[in-house]
């Protein structure tokens, strides 16, 4: 499994159960390999005529990876690893999967109810491990805005359902970064602002909730329900941005994401950026959209190409004010798979004391996997970085997920065993840091 020789304790520590600090459900049912395709693929689309979303790296990956767990030699071809997945059906590959990745926790943001995919509980029971659930604020509105019929009545019911679902919670979640941007405003909004701007959204409440004001003041309500209860924030940025919300708009980009999401949000940085309270963000790696613009999960026409065609929106740099004006509340903030933006990402997570980072979904999708997680060991403490698969749809997004986490981290700690940089202990505790005794302090497991 892993790629490189290490020394007993550090394999060890590399191969112990991870906390999976952040991952979504995967499907109960049997797919159909267009069904199968659009979730390991990049834009949720299915691929041109006479090719395959197989011949993706995600699809290369499935293959080789996954397909000794269902009984086949690595690189089986399409068809057969189909036929063997629909042979032993979906409820054993997931716990042939889930189990494999040797997760001993599951952290789920299972958001909206979908009969489709597994339960946080479910999950935890399919992969011989604990369970718990993340509260995306996002979902909580939606539901408000629903069934409000006054500003005020929306305004009490908010808080009210926030405190509710945060009791049963071991952190909150924002994605608010696809829907306005990363670049917030520190302040609160005044009162009457968000009342306007809570009429506004009852007027046309299934429509995305995209008002800043509105997201402002409903980003604040989460932070002071995580605080009153000692939960992180969660913050979705960078590589799987455009995917991470649901609507009720089946079309929008919020559908959620697969195996395959938000490939090719370019090597975008913005060099120069600040990072607020006088911190530079770091260099990046140019600017532009690079590979192809990652379109996201779900084909989301109009609404969903614009935003993915921005992700510069998803650069956590533009957290910078907003982190120092959290600081004093003592809230950890944690900054998910932020690739490419990851260089700005780790200079945050070192420049604040409450800031943390992942690599989260970018692993299983890039080659060069590893150089991420070694540039994150170089910018960011060890304590700070925690491991996600960022899975959904697929279990093989979970395995994969533990799978890549694990190579890449032994790539980069043999790099430094070799060059005596790091002593086998250093590199040790570094893998147990990382894998899930971060996890286990800042969510309190």
């Given at each position: 499994?892993?790629?490189?020789?290490?020394?007993?304790?550090?394999?060890?520590?590399?191969?112990?159960?991870?906390?999976?600090?952040?991952?979504?459900?995967?499907?109960?049912?049997?797919?159909?390999?267009?069904?199968?395709?659009?979730?390991?693929?990049?834009?949720?689309?299915?691929?041109?005529?006479?090719?395959?979303?197989?011949?993706?790296?995600?699809?290369?990956?499935?293959?080789?990876?996954?397909?000794?767990?269902l009984d086949l030699e690595p690189h089986a071809p399409p068809a057969v690893y189909l036929?063997?997945?629909?042979?032993?059906?979906?409820?054993?590959?997931?716990?042939?999967?889930l189990a494999g990745a040797g997760v001993v926790a599951f952290l789920v943001d299972s958001?909206?109810?979908?009969?489709?995919?597994?339960?946080?509980?479910?999950?935890?029971?399919?992969?011989?491990?604990?369970?718990?659930?993340?509260?995306?604020?996002?979902?909580?509105?939606?539901?408000?805005?629903?069934?409000?019929?006054?500003?005020?009545?929306?305004?009490?019911?908010?808080?009210?359902?926030?405190?509710?679902?945060?009791?049963?919670?071991?952190?909150?979640?924002?994605?608010?970064?696809?829907?306005?941007?990363?670049?917030?405003?520190?302040?609160?909004?005044?009162?009457?602002?968000?009342?306007?701007?809570?009429?506004?959204?009852?007027?046309?409440?299934?429509?995305?909730?995209?008002?800043?004001?509105?997201?402002?003041?409903?980003?604040?309500?989460?932070?002071?329900?995580?605080?009153?209860?000692?939960?992180?924030v969660q913050f979705h940025t960078g590589f799987g941005a455009p995917g991470t919300l649901?609507?009720?708009?089946?079309?929008?980009?919020?559908?959620?994401?697969?195996?395959?999401?938000?490939?090719?949000?370019?090597?975008?940085?913005?060099?120069?950026?600040?990072?607020?309270?006088?911190?530079?963000?770091?260099?990046?790696?140019?600017?532009?959209?690079?590979?192809?613009?990652?379109?996201?999960?779900?084909?989301?026409?109009?609404?969903?190409?614009?935003?993915?065609?921005?992700?510069?929106?998803?650069?956590?740099?533009?957290?910078?004010?907003?982190?120092?004006?959290?600081?004093?509340?003592?809230?950890?903030?944690?900054?998910?798979?932020?690739?490419?933006?990851?260089?700005?990402?780790?200079?945050?997570?070192?420049?604040?004391?409450?800031?943390?980072?992942?690599?989260?979904?970018?692993?299983?999708?890039?080659?060069?996997?590893?150089?991420?997680?070694?540039?994150?060991?170089?910018?960011?403490?060890?304590?700070?970085?925690?491991?996600?698969?960022?899975?959904?749809?697929?279990?093989?997004?979970?395995?994969?997920?533990?799978?890549?986490?694990?190579?890449?981290?032994?790539?980069?700690?043999?790099?430094?065993?070799?060059?005596?940089?790091?002593?086998?202990?250093?590199?040790?505790?570094?893998?147990?840091?990382?894998?899930?005794?971060?996890?286990?302090?800042?969510?309190?497991?």
């Amino acid at each position: 499994m892993l790629p490189v020789d290490l020394p007993g304790t550090v394999r060890d520590a590399l191969l112990a159960p991870l906390v999976d600090h952040h991952c979504h459900g995967v499907r109960r049912d049997d797919l159909s390999r267009a069904g199968f395709e659009l979730l390991i693929s990049a834009g949720g689309v299915p691929a041109p005529p006479g090719t395959t979303h197989f011949d993706t790296p995600s699809g290369a990956a499935v293959r080789r990876w996954c397909a000794p767990l269902l009984d086949l030699e690595p690189h089986a071809p399409p068809a057969v690893y189909l036929a063997r997945r629909a042979e032993l059906g979906a409820g054993e590959v997931n716990r042939r999967l889930l189990a494999g990745a040797g997760v001993v926790a599951f952290l789920v943001d299972s958001a909206r109810e979908d009969a489709d995919l597994l339960s946080a509980a479910e999950t935890g029971r399919h992969g011989g491990a604990a369970a718990d659930e993340l509260v995306r604020i996002e979902e909580i509105e939606r539901d408000v805005a629903s069934t409000a019929q006054l500003a005020v009545d929306y305004l009490d019911s908010l808080g009210e359902e926030l405190a509710g679902r945060a009791a049963r919670a071991v952190g909150v979640k924002t994605v608010i970064g696809p829907l306005c941007g990363l670049d917030l405003d520190p302040a609160r909004p005044a009162r009457g602002a968000v009342i306007a701007a809570a009429n506004r959204r009852l007027a046309d409440p299934k429509e995305p909730l995209t008002d800043p004001v509105l997201l402002s003041y409903l980003l604040w309500s989460g932070i002071d329900v995580a605080r009153e209860r000692g939960l992180p924030v969660q913050f979705h940025t960078g590589f799987g941005a455009p995917g991470t919300l649901r609507t009720d708009h089946p079309a929008d980009p919020s559908a959620g994401h697969g195996l395959g999401n938000g490939l090719g949000l370019g090597h975008g940085a913005g060099v120069g950026h600040e990072a607020g309270a006088g911190h530079a963000a770091g260099t990046g790696y140019g600017a532009g959209l690079g590979h192809g613009a990652g379109i996201g999960h779900a084909a989301g026409i109009g609404h969903g190409l614009a935003r993915a065609a921005e992700p510069d929106r998803a650069d956590p740099a533009g957290l910078g004010r907003f982190a120092a004006a959290l600081q004093p509340l003592g809230v950890p903030m944690i900054l998910l798979h932020p690739y490419p933006f990851h260089r700005q990402a780790a200079h945050l997570a070192g420049a604040f004391p409450h800031v943390y980072v992942d690599a989260g979904l970018a692993l299983p999708h890039l080659g060069a996997g590893a150089r991420v997680m070694d540039e994150l060991l170089e910018l960011a403490p060890f304590h700070k970085q925690l491991f996600s698969s960022g899975c959904h749809g697929l279990a093989e997004s979970a395995y994969l997920g533990a799978l890549t986490f694990r190579r890449a981290l032994a790539a980069a700690l043999a790099a430094r065993l070799g060059s005596g940089e790091w002593s086998t202990a250093d590199a040790a505790r570094v893998a147990h840091m990382i894998g899930s005794g971060n996890a286990r302090r800042i969510y309190r497991l």
